[in-house]
C-alpha cells in the first residue's frame, strides 16, 4: 500500500484512502482517523484546507516521508507520538513516549475539580493551592492554572523527563510563571510542612494498572506508553494506598482530594480516602462510558 515514487498520479484524497487501507490491514483500530492525522501533520495543513484540496496532486518530495509515518504507525507506535502532541481541554499539549497520553475522560477531573473548587472558593479572600501528583505532560496541571488565573499550581512527578515536558507545555501555554515544578515520588516532596504549608486541592492521575495485566493491554500501551506511568502494583491500587497514607502527614489536610482510577477501583480507594480521614463527602464520576473513574473526596 505504500505510495509509489511517481506520486503525482495520487490526489491527496487518494493518499489518505490508501494511508487508511494499510492501517486497517495491520490491525490499527482507528485507521481512517489516524492516516488524516498523520496526513494533515505531514503536510503542515487543516482539515478545512485537506476538504478543499481533496483533489490536489500529492507533494512529489513527502512520498517516503508519509510512508515513514505510515510504517511507523503500522508498527504500534501511538499517532499522538508520530505527531507530537495531543489535545487535552482544548489545548495542544507536547507528547513522547516519556508521558503518558492525555486522555478524554481525565478531562472529566479538570472539570470537575474546576467546579468543585468555584463553590468552596467562591467568596473566600484566599485562593486554593491545587497540587497535581504525577503531572506527566502537565495535561491537568497546565489546564487548571490556564483556566483559572489566580490559582497556585503545585506540578511534581518522579520522572525528570517528564517534569521537562511538563515545563515545556506550561512555557507554550504561556502559565510557567505560575506553576512551581518539583521532582519527587507521590506526596514525599511535600511532607516538610515548612515549605509547604498548605495544599488546598490534591490531584493526581497515577498508575493504576495492576502488573500482571499489563502484558495484555493494548500494544500502542503497554509497547510505547511509559510503564512508569502504567504499573500501579499488584492489584493497581499502590500508589493510592501510598498517598492516603500519607495525607495525614501533610501541613494540613487538603480541602478537595480527586484522583482518577481504573476501572473497578472507585470503592476500594474511597474506602482508602475514608479511612485515612473524616471527610464531609466522598462522591464518584463517571467516566463516557458510564465507568465511576474519578474518587473526589471533600472537607
Known amino acids: 500500500m505504500s505510495i509509489e515514487r ?15 487501507e494499510q492501517l486497517r490491514q495491520a490491525g490499527v483500530e482507528e485507521a481512517d482517523a489516524d492516516a488524516e492525522l498523520l496526513l494533515l501533520y505531514l503536510l503542515d495543513i487543516s482539515k478545512a484546507a485537506l476538504l478543499r484540496d481533496w483533489r490536489d496532486p500529492f507533494p512529489e518530495g513527502k512520498a517516503d516521508a508519509w510512508n515513514e509515518l505510515l510504517n511507523r504507525r503500522e508498527k504500534g507506535i501511538p499517532v499522538q507520538y508520530l505527531v507530537g502532541e495531543q489535545f487535552f481541554y482544548g489545548r495542544a499539549f507536547e507528547v513522547s513516549e516519556a508521558v503518558l ?11 470537575a475539580v474546576l467546579q468543585l473548587a468555584d463553590r468552596l472558593w467562591r467568596e473566600a479572600a484566599t485562593v486554593p493551592t491545587v497540587l497535581d501528583v504525577g503531572t506527566g505532560s502537565g495535561s491537568l496541571a497546565v489546564t487548571l492554572a490556564a483556566e483559572r488565573p489566580r490559582w497556585k499550581l503545585i506540578a511534581s512527578d ?9 515545563k515545556r507545555n506550561a512555557e507554550r501555554l504561556e502559565v510557567a510563571s505560575r506553576i512551581r515544578f518539583v521532582q519527587g515520588d507521590l506526596l514525599s516532596p ?29 500494544r500502542e500501551v503497554r509497547d510505547h ?3 512508569l506511568a502504567l504499573d500501579g502494583g499488584e492489584d493497581g491500587l499502590n500508589p493510592y494506598r501510598i498517598m492516603a497514607s500519607q495525607l495525614t502527614r501533610l501541613a494540613q489536610l487538603p480541602r478537595i482530594v480527586a484522583w482518577e482510577v481504573g476501572a473497578g477501583q472507585a470503592a476500594d480507594v474511597a474506602e482508602l480516602l475514608r479511612a485515612a480521614a473524616n471527610w464531609d463527602d466522598v462522591r464518584f464520576v463517571q467516566d463516557y462510558a458510564g465507568i465511576d473513574r474519578h474518587v473526589i473526596a471533600v472537607k
Do not use: C, H, W
Request: aromatic share 4%.
Open 6 to 20: 511517481n506520486p503525482s498520479i495520487l490526489t491527496l484524497g487518494e493518499a489518505r484512502r490508501r494511508g487508511s
Open 101 to 111: 497520553i492525555p486522555r478524554p475522560e481525565t478531562e472529566l477531573l479538570a472539570e
Open 158 to 166: 518522579l520522572s525528570p523527563d517528564a517534569l521537562k515536558m511538563a
Open 190 to 218: 511535600f511532607l516538610n510542612g515548612e515549605e509547604y504549608p498548605r495544599i488546598d486541592v490534591l490531584v493526581s492521575n497515577p498508575p493504576y494498572i495492576p502488573s500482571s495485566d499489563i502484558s495484555g493491554l493494548q
Open 225 to 227: 506508553e511509559p510503564r
